[in-house]
């Protein structure tokens, strides 16, 4: 079966750890994306990359980072220099790199929670 | 700067009911609008809307775009409660790298 997979499911970190979320897809898809959900909120985006071995910054990328060493993984990390870390994280992944030309695929998600 | 406004953010019914979902949008150089389900975790596609005047329809969802007034509709009718989810509604401007979300809509769906 075709997806994004992300894991872990739940992630409980302890304030000043960095924590790295994992988003792996079998799509064959060049766009990858990560966005922050919070309660009530939209989603807003961190970090996306286009193509393999490059990565642009989101609306909202002061805390994280992220990599793409390999077309299907894209995983991101939460580091302690993020001030409020504790939500929602959803990874997407689209066939067109141009956001709005093509429905974008969404994981499952993980929900942080910092301690 | 570039921004998406849905209403309203949250709604009510019964089963049966027809709902209207509203997103007003503000994006430079626009070229599409998309809506999303979100109903646990993963948001699923629903429709995307590049032309005015031209309703999308899947099953007992409609969607439709104007260009001029800015602005898109979801329409569910004869709803289950099945379709209790947030909705979310994103906006793309051509030559961007992103879309721009909503806050969505959250649908509850009583039997």
């Known amino acids: 079966d075709g997806g994004i997979t992300q894991s872990p499911k739940y992630l409980f970190r302890k304030e000043g750890q960095n924590v790295t979320l994992s988003c792996e897809q079998n799509?064959?898809?060049?766009?990858m994306y990560w966005y922050r959900q919070d309660p009530g909120q939209g989603l807003r985006l961190i970090y996306y990359?286009?193509?393999?071995?490059?990565?642009q910054k989101g609306d909202i990328a002061e805390g994280y980072s992220v990599s793409r060493e390999k077309k299907e993984s894209f995983p991101l990390t939460v580091t302690s220099a993020q001030k409020n870390p504790t939500a929602f994280y959803l990874c997407?992944?689209?066939?067109?790199?141009?956001?709005?030309?093509?429905?974008?695929?969404f994981g499952p998600g993980t929900r942080l929670t910092v301690l | 700067e570039d921004k998406v406004v849905q209403s309203p953010l949250s709604l009510v019914v019964h089963e049966g009911d027809t709902v209207t979902l509203n997103c007003s949008y503000e994006?430079?150089?626009?070229?599409?609008l998309l809506w999303y389900k979100q109903e646990k975790k993963a948001p699923t596609f629903l429709f995307m809307l590049?032309?005015?005047?031209i309703e999308k329809k899947s099953g007992r969802l409609s969607s439709i775009l104007d260009k001029k007034e800015l602005f898109s509709i979801l329409n569910i009718t004869a709803t289950q409660t099945g379709d209790s989810a947030v909705y979310l509604c994103?906006?793309?401007?051509?030559?961007?790298?992103?879309?721009?979300f909503g806050k969505g809509t959250k649908l509850t769906v009583n039997p």
């Open positions: 997407a992944s689209s066939i067109d790199d141009r956001p709005g030309l093509d429905e974008q695929f």
């Open positions: 799509l064959n898809h060049d766009a």
């Open positions: 990359s286009q193509i393999v071995n490059d990565f």
């Open positions: 994006v430079t150089n626009f070229r599409s």
């Open positions: 590049t032309s005015s005047g």
């Open positions: 994103a906006a793309w401007g051509g030559g961007s790298e992103k879309l721009v």
